[in-house]
């Protein structure tokens, strides 16, 4: 059973998805010239890259509003930006900040921060448990 402050912190994470994570997808992918001025201080990125991470960025966005809606089907995107996060933050963050880049610094430290809040949201219970015959599947429908 989902208590329903879990529910309430599971569509919170969502809205935050929508906003960080479905508007600058949209911008990079539909205005790029405008995203890479002010989203990436007129940094030159490369165009399919750039639009690769738009596309992922608005389709978090656009899951992330059914989530809204009913939030337990679509937990898995939680788990995309965990999984994600982490990986960039080991991978990249940790490395770049070593050498001193102070703007890896912060996403580092801020995809850490959110990172937490989206494995809060994550309803383990359910995620983890074996669907048993006769009992519940692990999303919540009946087993047959």
């Known amino acids: ?19 960080g994570a479905g508007i600058p997808g949209l911008l990079v992918t539909f205005f790029p010239g405008f995203a890479r001025q002010y989203l990436f201080d007129g940094v030159a990125q490369d165009g399919l890259v750039f639009g690769v991470t738009g596309s992922v960025w608005l389709a978090v966005g656009l899951i992330s509003i059914l989530g809204l809606r009913n939030p337990v089907p679509f937990t ?9 996060k982490t990986v ?8 770049a900040m070593a050498s001193g ?3 890896a610094a912060f ?3 801020f995809f850490a921060l959110v990172t937490v809040g989206f494995a809060f949201a994550v309803p383990w219970s359910l ?4 669907a048993v015959p006769g009992s519940e599947t692990p999303i919540g429908g009946n087993a047959r």
């Not at 898995?76 to 994600?84: A, C, E, K, S, T």
């Not at 960039?88 to 490395?95: A, E, F, H, K, V």
């Not at 995620?127 to 074996?130: A, I, M």
Request: proline share 2%; net charge positive; charged share 15%.
């Open 1 to 19: 059973m989902i208590t329903l402050r879990k529910l309430t912190w599971m569509r919170l994470m969502f809205a935050a998805n929508v906003v």
């Open 76 to 84: 898995g995107v939680f788990l995309v930006q965990i999984v994600y």
């Open 88 to 95: 960039w933050i080991t991978l990249i963050g940790l490395p």
């Open 101 to 103: 880049d102070e703007r």
């Open 107 to 109: 996403f580092a430290w």
């Open 127 to 130: 995620l983890l448990r074996k």
